[in-house]
């Protein structure tokens, strides 16, 4: 993401680590469906939520041939609403 590193395979593998980690924890049973509900998790949740709006606009990106101004658009009218749920569900 920083510094224009971004590529499809850092989606891959936060996304794989993200979902087997919180499934795998979730199956411990002191544990059970904390990374879920605790406000610690919200930060790794959003880097996930952030990594899927990224490779969507990449996939966009390749498949319309866009320009850089039409992807840094694009982010922007996904990101926006997104945020606003967040901060509506921290509310």
Do not use: D
């Amino acid at each position: 993401c920083a510094c224009g590193r971004y590529t499809s395979k850092l989606h891959r593998a936060y996304s794989l680590f993200y979902v087997i980690g919180t499934l795998g924890a979730t199956r411990v049973p002191p544990v059970n469906w904390a990374p879920v509900r605790n406000l610690e998790q919200m930060g790794p949740l959003l880097a996930f939520v952030g990594m899927q709006l990224l490779e969507y606009v990449e996939v966009q990106r390749r498949a319309r041939k866009l320009s850089v101004l039409q992807v840094q658009l694009l982010r922007a009218k996904l990101a926006l609403p997104i945020a606003l749920a967040l901060v509506g569900a921290a509310a």
